[in-house]
């Protein structure tokens, strides 16, 4: 740290994010990106906006919000693209809570929330996951504070169904919710045809998971016409070209080939039950994942010890030190190919166990 550095800063810890190696191939099944390939339309016109890339690009993202609203069924006053939907769970820290409206999310989730609160300064309150790593809903209900959930969960993959959102809507009517669904294509349901009704809900989504635009970093917000606006505020106080050309123009082609993104979701799908059977029968415990990891916990080797091992293998997966979940692994669902591997080295290990 410099001697310059600001107070404001100088006891903030920084979100760690997952490994991204460059010293072997690994089977990498650590950062739930997906397994596929973008579609080649996306590819192609990422190419072609190259060729401007003299000019700015469009800070609205106008093509892009405009296929985004069709797609959802709202109007594109109620939509929002920034750079990840990391920067829009930021500019919704920063646009909805301060001294008054301190945030609240379980103790269990995206480890960015506790990050983006301490970078605005904002009070947040954790409420602990119940034992069975299900939502504590009746705390949060009319918990008068800004709440974030991501749903499905993460890193549990466990998820809520949109009569379990509304109750938070309707129990919060003055506190924005924000329902962070990166994970929400492979298998839950989305809130999004809650945003008419509910002034106060706020959908957060992103092309790096099911539409496999990791690289590309596009996330999108859903709410209503007024907390969009609110976003549009700071999106225009702090990078109004938050969204460049290539990146725009791949979204919009992705946006043009939906059935490439669905197909690819249910392929996951098929792959996390196929995954997490396999696992069953070697003895872990897994959680009902809607998403496109798996968080398992083995009866014969630790948390720590099976990522060591798995790396040592050349297979990446994430774990986590916190308390409550270090038995655990987070396994990133990918193609079949990946699976097979990464099944036969946890068998290779749970050999040596004994
Ligand atoms: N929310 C959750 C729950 C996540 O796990 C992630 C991925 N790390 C994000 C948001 C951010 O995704 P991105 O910025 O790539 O859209």
Redesign the pocket.
Known sequence: MSRFFSEKYKALTPYT?GEQPQDMQYVKLN??ESPFPPCEAAVAAAAEAAKKLQLYPDPDCRALTAKLAEIYGVSPAQVIVNN????T?NFAFMAYCDANHPAVFPDI??G?YPVFAALNGVPYEEIPLKADFTIDLPRFRGVGKTIFI?NPN?PTGIALTPEEIESLLKTNPDNVVVI?E??VDFGAQSAVGLVNKYDNLLV?Q????SRSM?GA???FGIGSPALIADLNTVKYSTNPYNINRMTAAAGLACLENEEITRRNCRTVAENRAFTVAALRELGFACTDSKANFIFAKSDKIGGRALYQELKKRGVLIRHFDKERIADYIRITVGSREQMDIFLARVREILEEQV
């Not at 990840?84 to 920067?87: F, H």
């Open positions: 994010p950062t739930n990840g939907s990391d920067e769970l989730t995206y960015f991501a993460a962070d990166a994970y957060v992103t092309f790096s998971k990791a970093r596009i996330g």
